[in-house]
């Protein structure tokens, strides 16, 4: 029997955790229960930027997942923010650190060839790696915007995302369109290269993004989502084939290391 492969997951940075209330790791146990579903063996990256012992970690399992959480330092993408915007970006409680230590797991991801799936602030953050920048605050920078901060409605669809036809994202779904969910209120701006954006909502928010084909053809799995498909796995097939997808490209993976 194959083994379950094992998928690395970075966590968000608490202020005050509940043992000793100091600064601690978090995550959902929500993604833990999509990787788990879908055959993979969750392990959590640890709080270090120390490149060599990420480098490791990279090495040793077979897919990497970068998480929800806290906004990114704009000074990684516009130096220059309008101080009205900038004082709506929540800064991370450790000084940056999970901005430096999430770069690093990108691109150690590229450069070992590991499949590789990005969700909310990992979409973001994705983006900004390959020298994109991203809307800061959506209510404020895009005109006509869609309401995408209902935290409230997590485990909802809440709009549409229209998806490219034969992207890898409509080829997992299996479809055209598909609902989300949305708790963020920044977004990529622009995709960089090599990324092409493959799902869109109304409002011309980017819901998902791609290797290009002559890019893609390097790695053995890039997914990159705003919306948080580990919320609606229980109850929506489309996303739970998210994880499905991701997890059997790090069983191909393990099968030929």
Do not use: W
């Amino acid at each position: 029997m194959a083994s379950r492969p094992l998928i690395l997951v970075s966590p968000s940075i608490e202020k005050r955790g509940v043992e000793f209330h100091d600064l601690s790791a978090s995550l959902s146990v929500r993604y833990d229960y999509a990787v788990l579903h879908s055959g993979g063996i969750p392990v959590t990256v640890p709080t270090t930027t120390d490149r060599a012992v990420l480098a490791e970690c990279v090495r040793r399992v077979e897919g990497v997942l970068l998480t929800g959480g806290d906004d990114i330092n704009s000074d990684l993408y516009d130096a220059k923010l309008p101080a009205k915007i900038k004082k709506t970006v929540e800064q991370t409680p450790d000084g940056g650190a999970r901005d430096l230590r999430e770069l690093i797991l990108i691109e150690e991801a590229f450069r070992q060839r590991k499949p590789l799936l990005a969700i909310c602030r990992g979409h973001q953050l994705l983006n900004i790696a390959f020298g994109g920048q991203l809307v800061a605050d959506i209510r404020q920078q895009v005109k006509g915007a869609l309401n995408h901060q209902q935290l409230d409605r997590a485990f909802e669809l809440v709009h549409e995302a229209a998806l490219t036809p034969g992207s890898l994202l409509a080829k997992i779904a299996g479809r055209q369109v598909l609902g989300v969910n949305s708790s963020h209120h920044q977004a990529v701006q622009q995709t960089a290269e090599p990324f092409v954006a493959t799902a869109v909502s109304a409002d011309g928010i980017v819901e998902a993004m791609e290797l290009r084909p002559e890019a893609a053809r390097k790695m053995p799995f890039l997914l990159s989502v705003q919306f948080h498909p580990e919320r609606l796995t229980p109850r929506h097939a489309a996303h739970r084939k998210i994880f499905d997808a991701f997890v059997a490209a790090g069983r191909r993976n393990n099968k030929k290391s």
